[in-house]
């Protein structure tokens, strides 16, 4: 891996999205129960997180638990929750002292009620850091949240709050979860799957995809920075013939 990192000039993506997949074939090739690759996997995340937070990531958001969970077997579903809880309950206060700012995107009203207590009582506390933007999507399905946004918007029309007119992509992306930040730049998939499942449709517009082979137990910092290094490496046009200068101009 490079000496230095990040290269000299190179510019960092505001927003970095990661599907942290594998933690199930984690387990299975040790022998050991899926819930084991998951308690692996919330390990993975403690430097992926301090190094997004040191490289001034503006916002990692983390696909943690989607509306097609609950699917999984019982056993499963209830390790995953279990392990959200401990991770506020461990993690809170070394994430409040970095500054980091969780946000939760994704339906809270649909989990469990100790899960959603902890959620915003996280983010309550860290509303006001100003450091890395943390985002975990819980229950979150990105269907579900354009249609939520849609139904917000006709809320609004129908209420005489804004035209049908009026809607466009800043009203959309306003009333989205993830309002506010910025477009993802570079999203991250690892154990070698290539699809998005139902992650930030919207948002990954113009996102650079990296999947990676490593499953997520196995992701470490020097990975991330391959990840990243390749992105480094991507011309981003934005649909205009000229690459555009936030990635690829160097110094
Ligand atoms: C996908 O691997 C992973 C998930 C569905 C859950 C990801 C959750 C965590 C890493 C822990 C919880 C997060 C927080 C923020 C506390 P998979 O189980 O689908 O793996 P497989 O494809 O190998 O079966």
């Not at 390790?79 to 002292?97: H, P, S, Y």
Request: glycine letters at 8%.
């Amino acid at each position: 891996m490079s000496e230095v990192f990040p290269p000299k000039g190179a510019a960092m993506p505001r927003h970095v999205a990661i599907i942290m997949d594998g933690n199930g074939r984690w387990a299975k090739q040790r022998g050991l129960p899926r819930a084991y690759g998951h308690r692996q996997g919330v390990l993975t995340l403690e430097p992926v997180i301090e190094a997004a937070g040191e490289w001034g990531v503006e916002a990692l958001t983390i696909f943690a638990f989607s509306t097609e969970n609950w699917a999984r077997p019982r056993d499963e579903v209830a390790a995953l929750m279990g392990l959200i809880v401990e991770f506020f309950n461990k993690k809170i206060d070394e994430l409040d002292k970095k500054g980091v700012c969780i946000r939760i995107i994704g339906d809270l009203d649909g989990v469990p009620e100790l899960q959603r207590r902890t959620a915003e009582t996280a983010m309550a506390r860290t509303a006001c850091n100003t450091g890395l933007k943390l985002n975990i999507a819980l229950n979150y399905g990105s269907r579900q949240e354009i249609v939520r946004a849609a139904r917000l918007l006709a809320e609004m029309c129908s209420r005489g709050q804004m035209r049908p007119e009026d809607i466009d992509e800043n009203a959309l992306e306003d009333a989205l979860y993830t309002r506010g930040l910025p477009p993802v730049d570079l999203l991250i998939r690892t154990s070698g799957e290539e699809r998005l499942s139902n992650f930030l449709l919207y948002q990954c517009a113009y996102a650079e995809f990296v999947f990676v082979p490593e499953l997520w137990p196995d992701f470490t910092r020097e990975v991330f920075e391959r990840a990243l290094l390749a992105y480094f490496g991507r011309a981003r046009r934005f649909g205009r013939v000229e690459a555009d200068a936030r990635v690829t101009k160097k110094g």
